[in-house]
């Protein structure tokens, strides 16, 4: 058995990588993916250099937001496997040296969770306070405002009792109240429950938004127009349904129980706000999520002077000594190869470069090491219920949620010839793990290359980075040894100086006498040698 290559850190430098298990590999034919799928491919991860990987939502669900609307805490989606399946997975993992992440939903529960079915029983039910309840407004309707993530009314009538319930998403996701003592009780008890059998952390959906306000004040307008996701929920700004200060006092605690184990779990939190101090501030001091994704460098443009502002902010923000996270895709927004990259492989190329190069945690998402790129998925065909009604364009979420490539053949190496996947294929015969593989200038082997590089650099250790002035269109940095140049113009970019010996690059021949190719990227080590 190999050993964890790491100690009580072991994020950082890391590499995780996230399952989204639907859409992986299904061994059974019925057109989703499950966890035997993603057993039988850990030997593939393991080759990539993963050190932990992150699976989307596994507990049993009705699946009207995918595994977001528990109905089971304790247990697995019938549909994806048993508690066996993932004991088995996790020690297959921790075998080839990989530690599993579950996806934790602690905003809300499925209205089909007996909690909800007991509340909404009776006013007088056990569990009536563990969800947000509210009487109409005076002149009747809603209680306040709020809006969900579709856009409507985050507040649906009960009839039976005359009071309202808070969904903040679908009207089956029924908020918690976590000003309820019994809800943390419960939740800690769960943290232990998977912590015990060898889980290593959890990525915490809607971190930000687990409090609301005491008063239920109206959220106020945002400045930010409609369609801005990151600021702005439908025109308003969510700073009363969700973002209050006493999700610290959770994220405290969680802390505590998770560094009871050895080693520590990690609470990787899905901070989906606008400002990076605010995303700073659930570091705590060094006391509360230990990483935080990065929404504001996700949604950025593909530019150099905005990546490296948002680069450089993001490290100025942490707490000394906190762990930055990078990355480009998730289940929720368009896959950075066409975001960025508008399809374009030069530019999917440098994003990777840069992403394996920064400083702390890189986090993939299943495809993106081939480049995988959104699908269109016709109307007929989609299955995600919150985005259809206009979160996102052409296609919702759904469009980075197609089955993952693994080959050319009919059905993708994702399921048995002639079943059906849930969503439909991209281009597999274009864009394959198979053939990448075999190629030795496939964007496969240059990701794969890159976490090697990574590994070895800075693997249990988060780099010190420095950027180096530039023109504006050319991001170059140094990090820890290595010096990074990211040509981010459709034009040729000069290299100031002697840059040292190329330990890597973008692509093939993408430097020539100190001239970098349009959107092209090379990592070099300049040794004591002039760098700037
Ligand atoms: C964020 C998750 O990533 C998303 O997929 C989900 O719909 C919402 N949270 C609600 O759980």
């Known amino acids: 058995m190999e050993a964890h290559r790491s100690d009580a850190r072991w994020w950082h430098g890391a590499t995780l990588y996230q399952v989204y298990v639907r859409s992986w590999l299904d061994t059974d034919g019925d057109g989703y993916g499950d966890l035997a799928g ?44 048993t508690l066996d399946d993932l004991d088995r997975l996790i020690a297959e993992a921790a075998q080839r040296g990989m530690r599993i992440l579950l996806d934790l939903v602690p905003n809300h529960t499925s209205t089909a969770h007996p909690w909800f079915a007991d509340a909404i029983s009776g006013p007088d039910s056990a569990h009536r306070g563990f969800y947000v309840w509210a009487d109409p407004a005076p002149g009747g ?40 003592p019994g809800v943390h009780e419960a939740f800690r008890e769960i943290l232990r429950f998977w912590f015990d059998r060898g889980v290593a952390g959890f990525r915490i959906d809607v971190a930000h938004g687990l409090y609301k306000d005491a008063e239920l004040r109206d959220d106020p307008p945002s400045a930010a127009g409609a369609t801005d996701r990151l600021h702005s929920r439908f025109g308003l700004e969510p700073v009363y349904s969700a973002n209050r200060p006493q999700a610290h006092s959770v994220f405290r605690d969680w802390r505590t129980i998770a560094e009871g184990y050895s080693p520590p779990r990690l609470l990787l939190g899905e901070t989906w706000v606008a400002g990076l101090d605010r995303m700073a501030a659930f570091h705590g001091q060094g006391d509360e999520l230990q990483l935080t994704f990065n929404f504001p ?4 443009d593909f530019t150099a002077p905005a990546l490296r502002g948002i680069v450089a902010d993001t490290l100025a923000a942490l707490p000394a000594g906190e762990c930055p996270v990078w990355a480009a895709s998730n289940h929720d927004i368009s896959r950075f190869p066409s975001r960025w990259g508008g399809g374009d492989e030069r530019k999917a190329r440098l994003a990777l470069l840069v992403l394996a190069t920064l400083p702390g945690t890189f986090v993939l998402y299943y495809g993106d090491e081939i480049a995988m790129t959104d699908v269109d998925v016709p109307p007929a065909l989609r299955r995600d219920r919150m985005t259809s009604g206009g979160l ?71 780099a010190g980075y420095r950027e180096l002035p530039g023109p504006p269109g050319l991001w170059t940095y140094r990090v820890d040894g290595l010096l ?49």
């Open 297 to 300: 460098f996700i949604f950025a």
């Open 392 to 462: 996102g364009a052409a296609g919702g979420r759904d469009r980075a949620r197609s089955p993952m490539q693994w080959d050319a053949g009919p059905s993708a190496g994702f399921t048995a010839a002639g079943a059906v996947p849930w969503l439909p294929y991209g281009d597999h015969a274009a864009r394959n793990v198979a053939a990448q593989r075999e190629d030795p200038a496939s964007v496969l082997r240059l990701c794969h290359d890159l976490i090697a590089l990574r590994r070895a650099e800075f693997g249990g250790r988060i």
């Open 484 to 532: 990074v140049a990211a040509n981010f113009t459709g034009g040729p970019a000069a290299l100031d100086g002697p840059v040292g010996p190329v330990v890597a690059s973008s692509g093939h021949g993408v430097l020539d006498r100190g001239i970098l190719a349009p959107w092209a990227g090379v990592i070099t080590r300049p040794g004591s040698g002039r760098v700037s």
């Open 141 to 180: 309707g809603p209680p306040n405002n709020w809006l969900d993530a579709t856009g409507h009314s985050a507040w649906a009538f009960d009839e039976a009792s005359g009071q309202y319930y808070l969904h903040n998403f679908l009207a089956s996701q029924a908020d918690l109240n976590w000003w309820e």
């Open 38 to 81: 993603v057993i039988a491919k850990l030997d593939y991860l393991a080759w990539l250099g993963v050190d932990g990987i992150w699976l989307s939502p596994t507990m049993p669900s009705p699946d009207d937001d995918w595994g977001y609307d528990v109905c089971d805490y304790l247990g697995v989606h019938p549909e994806l496997g």
